[in-house]
């Protein structure tokens, strides 16, 4: 396929394949509300352990390199607020044999403790004809795993290799990330998404021109994206199941897109990406080892404790203005994690 049929095949899916796409100038804008911009931060030691015994003077925000004054400080756990997981296998990005090794690793973190999860946890699949999500959460990881035994994972209809096979990869899993982002936001609480894969197409790089319409167009996804899952505290995970080893669209090539995108001018597709908008969320992209049921684990110490402060933010000056975050500690050797930035007056449809 050409370049310039795929991009005329992709700007046809963001213009009718994404229920948030819409005229700029028809939609009103959301002000950031009055009690201010609210952050879920955790706090580990370098060797991964959560700390839990920081009080409001430890901390200081940064919003746009500038301190702003925090108006709200709580120390979270799931016995204050509901903490809600989500695992979802791709069988999509993941090579056949590998998806078998996840569904043995899910089930090996599933019946792990004598089946007695720490959450309430859901299976997600992703295959060729979309996300299959199962409506129900429960913290009895041998029913969830006798579950996951009766989805059928078979050969995918579009190989990784194909013609067609890149675009139409990343058009399903932006298609699953928007039903996630809608399902999740019916929750109470946070949500935990923990998207087992080796990640999607990026296609990007200097052999890829977008023109300004679908510039924009990505654009509003991404500020879709960022804004809806702030909202309805949502933090996504990527587990690369492959590990080190795996070198899909070259590796940590997605490094290149995780500086937040000001205006439509400077994104590109990678900008998309899955191990992209996980860390953007405040979450992780994990690919140190194949231990999937380890990375599990490993990304569920982020819902043992958190914090959840609250900041006076500046005001806008422009609608969809990106504003990124910074979080600092008085105490060395502590690593603060949360969502990179944000989009101040988002010019979106309201939450329902």
């Known amino acids: 396929m050409t370049l310039n049929r795929f991009l005329c095949v992709l700007f046809v899916f963001l213009i009718c394949g994404a229920s948030f796409t819409r005229?700029?100038?028809?939609?009103?804008?959301?002000?950031?509300?009055s009690q201010g911009m609210a952050l879920d931060v955790v706090v580990n030691t370098k060797s991964g352990q959560p700390v839990t015994n920081l009080t409001q003077q430890n901390f200081t925000i940064l919003d746009n390199k500038s301190s702003r004054p925090i108006t709200s400080f709580k120390v979270m756990s799931a016995a204050s607020?509901?903490?809600?997981?989500?695992?979802?296998?791709?069988?999509?990005?993941?090579?056949?044999?590998?998806t078998a090794w996840v569904r043995q690793n899910t089930?090996?973190?599933?019946?792990?403790?004598?089946?007695?999860?720490?959450y309430p946890t859901t299976i997600a699949v992703l295959r060729d004809q979309g996300a299959e999500i199962q409506n129900s959460f429960s913290t009895d990881g041998n029913a969830l795993s006798d579950e996951l035994e009766h989805y059928t994972i078979g050969l995918r209809e579009i190989t990784r290799d194909s013609e067609w096979g890149a675009d139409e990869r990343l058009q399903i899993c932006l298609k699953a990330v928007q039903q996630l982002v809608a399902y999740a936001g019916?929750?109470?609480?946070?949500?935990?998404?923990?998207?087992i894969s080796p990640g999607w197409p990026l296609l990007s790089g200097p052999q890829v021109q977008l023109e300004s319409k679908q510039e924009q167009e990505i654009f509003d996804q991404i500020v879709f994206l960022s804004t809806r899952m702030r909202q309805i505290e949502m933090t996504l995970y990527n587990i690369n199941p492959v590990g080190v080893t795996e070198s899909l669209e070259r590796a940590d090539y997605f490094e290149s897109f995780l500086k937040g995108v000001s205006n439509?001018?400077?994104?590109?597709?990678?900008?998309?990406?899955?191990?992209?908008?996980?860390?953007?969320?405040?979450?992780?992209?994990?690919?140190?080892?194949?231990?999937?049921?380890?990375?599990?684990?490993?990304?569920?110490?982020?819902?043992?404790?958190?914090?959840?402060?609250?900041?006076d933010p500046p005001p806008a000056d422009k609608p969809d203005e990106y504003h990124h975050i910074e979080?600092?500690?008085?105490?060395?050797?502590?690593?603060?994690?949360?969502?990179?930035?944000?989009?101040?007056?988002?010019?979106?449809?309201?939450?329902r």
């Open 186 to 195: 019916t929750l109470p609480g946070r949500k935990i998404v923990l998207w």
């Open 23 to 33: 005229a700029q100038d028809q939609l009103p804008a959301i002000s950031i509300p």
């Open 264 to 311: 439509p001018n400077e994104v590109q597709l990678g900008d998309l990406g899955l191990q992209v908008l996980s860390v953007q969320s405040g979450g992780l992209a994990l690919e140190s080892n194949s231990d999937v049921a380890g990375l599990i684990e490993k990304s569920l110490t982020d819902a043992q404790s958190w914090y959840k402060i609250v900041y």
């Open 107 to 118: 089930e090996k973190f599933l019946k792990a403790n004598g089946g007695k999860l720490a």
């Open 81 to 98: 607020e509901p903490v809600r997981v989500i695992v979802l296998i791709d069988a999509v990005n993941t090579p056949y044999q590998i």
């Open 327 to 351: 979080i600092r500690l008085d105490q060395r050797g502590l690593i603060p994690r949360t969502r990179d930035g944000y989009y101040a007056n988002p010019r979106l449809p309201p939450l």
